[in-house]
């Protein structure tokens, strides 16, 4: 594979991991503490939003019927970003929502997220403790905690800590 990059010109590599491998669809997880939630699944289902059925959390997952960054219609593009934007959605791989399935969070329960930005699944944990407990999402490099409280900010989450500490100062 790398003697396959280096002949390669620029521009080249992009175009042959395109051509080679099969990108992901489009997948979201639906805040379920919005009071407008079903409004806010009933849109994604006039997009052609699938259910993801292995999803347990509360609000659910969806699998939207294109490729992630490739939605052919413009409109609908916007709003899946007015959608994340306003903290209704959170656009999220479906292999990342696996982790917290498998943690099985309960409300009470006190997490630990370390390296937690973007803050997905720290979001995504805040939502199974249903506002009871507490997530202490930790991210030590600088630029990545700042995304991770504005997605924090954004969900609209009270039970999640965002601190910016080295997991081995824990």
Known sequence: LATLVE????????????????????????????LDMDWTVER????????????TGAGGAYELPWEKHRCPDEGVRGNIAALH????ITQQEAASMMPVQA?????????LDMCAAPGS???????????????????PNPGRANHLVSNVQRAGHLNIVAVREDGRHF
């Not at 994604?44 to 999803?55: C, D, K, T, V």
């Not at 934007?85 to 209704?88: A, D, E, F, L, T």
């Not at 699944?121 to 991210?139: F, P």
């Open 7 to 34: 002949s390669l010109r620029p521009g080249e590599v992009d175009a042959w991991l395109d051509a080679s491998t099969e990108r992901l669809p489009e997948t979201v997880r639906v805040n379920p503490c919005r």
């Open 103 to 111: 943690l099985d969070g309960q409300p009470g329960h006190r997490v």
């Open 85 to 88: 934007q306003s903290g209704r």
């Open 121 to 139: 699944k720290s979001t995504q944990i805040a939502e199974m403790l249903a506002g009871e407990g507490l997530v202490v999402a930790s991210e």
């Open 44 to 55: 994604l289902l006039e997009m052609g939003a699938e259910p993801i059925a292995w999803f």
